[in-house]
C-alpha cells in the first residue's frame, strides 16, 4: 500500500521532535512525506537523514522566515521519482511518477496563512496553477489554517465565526476537488489546555486522482508532540 504522510510538526529544530518524525517514517515506510511549519531557514541532507535513516531519501524545502513557517517535502528515491520541484508563497510542490505503477503525479504541500484575505490569495494562486494540471493526478495537503463547516470546530466558548470557510468550499469546488473523510478521530489540531480542537490538516485530490486510485482514505494517527496529528493518505492499489 502507497502511504503520504503529512504533518505540522511546529518545528524541526529539537531532537526529540526529529525522533519523533524519524519514529514515525519507521513505522509508516511512507512513499512522501510533506512536513509544514519546519521553523527553518536552512534544511540539508544531513537534517534529513537523521529521522528518514535511509540513503534513498531526496527532498526539497522552502524556508522559513525567521522562525515562522517553513515547509519540507520528502520522497523514498526508490518508489518515486521526482522531475521538478517549485514553490509559490506558502507552497511546495513536486511533479514526478510512481515507480511501482508508473502513473505520473503532482503534490502540493501546503501552509496556508491565518489571515483570511492572504487564505484567499492562496487559494486564488493555488487554482492559477491547477489550471495547467488539467486531468492530471493532483494530491495537495497540509495545513489549511480554517475548516470547512462548523462541525469541523469545537470549543468551550461556544460556535465561532468560521467567515474563512466561504472562500475555502468555493475554491474546493471550482476546482473539484474532493475531500475524503478522514478516519480515525474527527480532529486535527488541539489547544495546549484540550478545550479547543479543529479539523485544519486534510488532503485534497483531483477527480483524476480519484479515477486512478478509488481505495483511498484520509487517516489520522495519535498526537504526538506537536498540537497538530499527522495524517496519512492510503492508497490501495487493488481493485
Known amino acids: 500500500m502507497m502511504k503520504i504522510i503529512s504533518w505540522n510538526v511546529r518545528g524541526l529544530g529539537g531532537y526529540e521532535k526529529r525522533r519523533e518524525v524519524g519514529q ?9 512525506m510533506c512536513i509544514q511549519e519546519t521553523k527553518m531557514c536552512v534544511i540539508d541532507g544531513v537534517v534529513c537523514k537523521t529521522f528518514w535513516n535511509d540513503t534513498n531519501v531526496d527532498f526539497s524545502y522552502l524556508p522559513s522566515r525567521g522562525a515562522s513557517g517553513g515547509l519540507l517535502t520528502l520522497w523514498d528515491r526508490s518508489k518515486v ?31 496556508a496563512p491565518c489571515d483570511i484575505s492572504q487564505q484567499q490569495a492562496l487559494w486564488h494562486n493555488i487554482s492559477e496553477r491547477l489550471t495547467t494540471f488539467s486531468d492530471l493526478n493532483v494530491c495537495i495537503c497540509g495545513d489549511f489554517n480554517t475548516v470547512r463547516s462548523m462541525e469541523e470546530h469545537k470549543s468551550v466558548g461556544g460556535p465561532s465565526s468560521h467567515v474563512g470557510s466561504v472562500s475555502f468550499n468555493v475554491f474546493i469546488g471550482e476546482n473539484f476537488l474532493v475531500d475524503l473523510p478522514l478516519w480515525g478521530r ?10 479547543s480542537m479543529s479539523r485544519l ?8 486522482w480519484c479515477l486512478s486510485w478509488p481505495n483511498c482514505c484520509q487517516l489520522a494517527s495519535t498526537r504526538g508532540l506537536s498540537d497538530h496529528c499527522p495524517i496519512q493518505l492510503c492508497i490501495d492499489e487493488e481493485n
Open 24 to 32: 514515525l517514517v519507521k513505522e509508516t515506510n511512507p512513499y512522501i
Open 81 to 111: 521519482v521526482v522531475w521538478s520541484s517549485w514553490q509559490l508563497e506558502h507552497v511546495l510542490g513536486i511533479q514526478g511518477r510512481f515507480v511501482r505503477n508508473d502513473e505520473e503525479f503532482i503534490l502540493l504541500n501546503v501552509y
Open 186 to 195: 474527527n480532529f486535527t489540531w488541539f489547544r495546549g489546555d484540550g478545550k
Open 201 to 208: 490538516d486534510r488532503y485534497l485530490l483531483s477527480e483524476k
